[in-house]
């Protein structure tokens, strides 16, 4: 089951009087309420209705509806094979790739499903960019890392490409550190240096939405300090939606929390509540590490 959408709490509190929900029974069944704390003043950027993801028959993330909201950062967090990583990767159909992989119901990002079949997908790639487990870098200079996507984007005017790419390390917080090393091979660099240069190649071609697939867990203490620092940076200018094991890091960084757990959205809500007041037992359990 899964708790109510931020839009389910709109129509509700602005039709208190007519009962939206008892005018959509189908709704009513699907959806838990939020909490009246809830902001309803919040703009939704991705919208899952009864969306559900399969590989073959096998259905890994079921019949999930969540409103994840605008320049928030949002966790995903559940015990392994709940669909966390299913489910990131179909906001930037990156499981296209997989032949075996199909979805029902809808995914919605700037009033358009995701799945339409008509949807230019290298363009909602650059509008939602990923960050990935493993540092990604091409084996191309740290320089054409960061201009990848620019150039894509037909910018070849040398300055203008130097300055997104200046730009974009510095967002990142590596530009101190590779300045003067532009032209080296970015496989030369640290693990945690790498997954802030893929930060800025994600950042470079101005992405809405950053999806980050546990992007610290590879990283030890330190670098994973630089990468929380930075999603706090870029709150309030970005969608941030990252997937993480890590309770302390979800509780640090992020403003919303959905808990997975096989395949179903267990619970959606403020970090806060979802860690001192979880409405469901499974999440609760969950977090206080009963299981997972
Ligand atoms: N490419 C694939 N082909 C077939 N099944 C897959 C594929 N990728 C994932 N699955 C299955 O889908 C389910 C969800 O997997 P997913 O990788 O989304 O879990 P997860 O929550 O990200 O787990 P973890 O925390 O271990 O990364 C699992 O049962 C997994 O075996
Ligand atoms: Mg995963």
Redesign the pocket.
């Known amino acids: 089951m899964v708790m109510g959408t931020l839009e389910e709490k709109k129509m509700s509190t602005t039709d208190n009087t007519t009962g939206s929900m008892e005018k959509n029974p189908a709704a009513a069944s699907a959806v838990i309420e939020a909490p009246a704390e809830e902001s309803t003043m919040k703009s939704i950027h991705v919208k899952a209705r009864d969306f559900s993801?399969f590989?073959?028959t096998?259905e890994?993330?079921k019949s999930v509806n969540i409103d994840i909201p605008e320049n928030e950062v949002t966790a995903i967090i559940?015990?392994?094979?709940?669909?966390?990583?299913?489910?990131?990767?179909c906001i930037n159909r990156m499981?296209d790739l997989?032949p075996?992989?199909h979805t029902t119901g809808e995914l919605i990002f700037d009033n358009q499903n995701i799945y339409h079949p008509r949807l230019n997908v290298v363009s909602l790639r650059q509008r939602i960019g990923m960050v990935f487990?493993r540092p990604n870098p091409f084996p191309k200079s740290i320089l054409d890392n960061v201009a990848y996507g620019p150039r894509l984007q037909g910018i070849r005017n040398r300055s203008v490409l130097m300055d997104i790419v200046e730009q974009s390390l510095k967002q990142a917080a590596i530009w101190d550190e590779v300045k003067d090393r532009l032209n080296d091979n970015a496989l030369g660099l640290s693990g945690g240096q790498q997954q802030r240069l893929c930060l800025a190649r994600a950042l470079a071609v101005k992405p809405e939405i950053l999806l980050m697939?546990?992007p610290t867990s590879a990283l030890d203490p330190k670098a994973t300090a630089r990468i929380e620092d930075l999603i706090d940076e870029l709150r309030g200018d970005y969608t941030i939606i990252i997937?993480t094991?890590n309770m302390q890091q979800a509780a640090r960084v992020s403003d919303y929390t959905a808990f997975?757990y096989e395949?179903i959205l267990v619970e959606f809500g403020k970090t806060e509540q979802v860690f001192t007041n979880p409405r469901e037992k499974r999440t609760e359990d969950y977090i206080t590490g009963r299981f997972g």
């Open positions: 993801i590989y073959g096998n890994a993330v559940g015990p392994s094979g709940c669909g966390k990583s299913t489910f990131l990767r499981n997989i075996a992989c487990q697939d546990e997937v094991h997975f395949g």
